[in-house]
């Protein structure tokens, strides 16, 4: 029996959440204010959130499934209808749009940016598609003016899975001000600004946003914030059917020191992507990531493809991983994956799968020092494929 190839003990991982005293402090502060659950502190996050993005209303959720389940149901889709999403891109996508009883078709993407590709997302358009769920990967700005001038011309709702995009910029207006209905962030510890867990929807329709908070708590006629600041008697009513999708003050007191200190973070790793660019522009073998004028990426993940084939894809990443280097496969294909494996859109999906079977993520995270980083870059630099 052959044994294991030795991995050294010193790893660098593919990420890692940036928490400092500041965080903790907050932490400490909200555990003794007596608010726990959803609270004053919730509602503050909202408001800078919505500010820092440029929304009129941010919604803050238990996460960015629940964010994005919400979305849609708050948006009426339900069984029978379809929506059109990329099969590129985490699960929870997909499972959104299944939760509600919808049915989510997978368009295909552009093999550079690895996000929607409108002309995909147009043939696939049927009497039952009623909206358009575009992922912004990894960070990237989809396409929005294509995306949403189809949605106007189809009358469809057009939600943006915003989960890695926090900073990122769409003809210098940061994403998160929707050009559709919604878009919805994610904090977890894998995106830039983590509360943990956590998620956000954006809006500009106060009504949606009002519909939104009621939802997420039991559908409750009075928030716990108003009850315990009222002056005489409120009982609340519960008048349609809701869900438990709270955040907590915890997390909100997390996120805003997060949300202070996003800028520096930003530009930390737009710093590391641009070392990584330079120094990988010799290597023909492989493709960098692509960033069109009118966006400016975040670089919530930096990934890059081989232009060969799935194993010489994995037998790289077992060969960073034996030289302490952590490294994580492209960016999933969810058709590929069991509950979906009979759905038909999954069938013809060229560019998806080829991304699917190349790309690789390369650790890049705030404290990151460019020693690690060169390291990373000259192992790279050791292998022929």
């Not at 009358?155 to 900073?167: K, R």
């Not at 914030?225 to 005489?232: E, G, K, L, M, P």
């Not at 330079?278 to 990531?289: G, I, S």
């Not at 060969?308 to 990443?317: G, H, K, V, Y």
Request: with cysteine; net charge negative.
């Amino acid at each position: 029996m052959s044994s294991a190839p030795a991995i050294t003990s010193k790893m660098i991982p593919v990420a890692r959440p940036y928490i400092g005293s500041e965080e903790e402090q907050a932490t400490i502060d909200a555990l003794r204010s007596g608010w726990i659950t959803q609270g004053p502190r919730v509602a503050e996050f909202e408001t800078r959130f919505a500010k820092y993005v440029g929304s009129s209303h941010a919604v803050a959720l238990s996460s960015c499934t629940t964010a994005l389940y919400l979305a849609l149901v708050a948006s009426g889709i339900g069984p029978g209808d379809e929506v059109i999403c990329p099969s590129l891109s985490f699960i929870a996508t997909a499972n959104a749009i299944t939760y509600t009883g919808a049915t989510p078709i997978f368009a295909d993407i552009d093999p550079d940016t690895y996000n929607l590709d409108p002309a995909s997302v147009e043939m696939l358009i049927s009497p039952r598609t009623r909206a358009i769920l575009a992922v912004h990967q990894i960070g990237l700005p989809a396409d929005l003016d294509a995306l949403s001038a189809i949605a106007e011309r189809y009358s469809l709702v057009l939600i943006e899975d915003a989960a890695c995009a926090i900073g990122s910029e769409y003809h210098d207006e940061r994403i998160g001000r929707p050009r559709g209905s919604m878009a919805c962030f994610s904090f977890h510890p894998r995106k830039i600004l983590t509360t943990g867990e956590g998620g956000m929807i954006t809006t500009n329709d106060g009504e949606l946003a009002d519909k939104l908070r009621r939802l997420r708590q039991h559908a409750m006629s009075l928030s716990d914030v108003a009850r315990h600041s009222a002056t005489r008697i409120a009982t609340e009513t519960y008048d349609e059917i809701g869900f438990n999708f709270r955040m907590t003050d915890i997390q909100a007191a997390i996120g805003m020191v997060q949300l202070e200190r996003l800028g520096i973070l930003l530009e930390r790793r737009r710093y590391l992507a641009a070392r990584y660019d330079q120094a990988l522009e010799d290597m023909p073998w492989l493709q960098r990531p692509h960033v069109p004028e009118h966006c400016l990426h975040n670089y919530q993940s930096y990934m890059v493809r081989l232009r060969s084939s799935a194993p010489a894809r994995d037998a790289l990443m077992q060969g960073m991983l034996e030289k302490g280097i952590s490294t994580r496969r492209a960016v999933m294909a969810i058709h590929r994956e069991r509950p979906y494996l009979e759905n038909e859109s999954g069938k013809h999906l060229p560019h998806t799968d080829r991304v699917a079977d190349t790309g690789i993520i390369l650790p890049l995270f705030h404290q990151m020092s460019e020693a690690d980083q060169d390291y990373v870059i000259e192992t790279l630099h050791t292998f022929t494929i």
